[in-house]
């Protein structure tokens, strides 16, 4: 049986993903920098897409007996053993999580450019971790 957190937390994340893609469509550096209500859509939806990677990394260790590491990006690494490679690919992430959050915002623009070139990555990620839940 799979635990509503973990529910919870896979259907958080896609429809997250769903929503930052159509919020972004359209949308170039000129437009992000001048309508800040879409660069605050963009900027909370990397958030959540991010902190969610980290919370359903934290389940995946948790069922695994795993101790969590302090930082995001060393929880999303030590998922390796599990889901291999992927997380490589995920955990740099984190970095631009940080700097959006923190409202860096001339770096703004390229890390809503990184996550959305990343997406394949998440879904990635995001898949493999469902089989480890999900038991497929």
């Keep these: 049986m799979v635990d509503k957190k973990i529910k919870q937390l896979l259907t958080l994340i896609n429809e997250t993903i769903d929503y930052f893609l159509s919020k972004i469509e359209?949308?170039?550096?000129?437009f992000y920098f001048a309508d800040r209500d879409k660069r605050n859509i963009l900027d909370k939806s990397i958030n959540d897409i991010i902190l969610c990677l980290v919370d359903i990394a934290e389940e995946c260790l948790k069922k695994n007996k795993r101790e969590i590491p302090d930082t995001y990006r060393d929880t999303i690494l030590a998922c390796h053993e599990f889901i291999g490679d992927i997380v490589l690919k995920i955990a740099p992430l984190v970095k631009h999580r940080n700097e959006t959050i923190h409202q860096y915002l001339k770096m703004n623009w390229q890390n809503i450019t990184i996550v959305r070139d990343k997406i394949v990555d998440i879904r990635e990620f995001v898949?493999?971790?469902?089989?480890?839940?999900?038991?497929?």
Aim: net charge positive; proline share 0%; hydrophobic share 35%.
């Design 26 to 30: 359209g949308v170039d550096r000129d």
């Design 127 to 136: 898949d493999r971790m469902k089989k480890i839940f999900m038991g497929c």
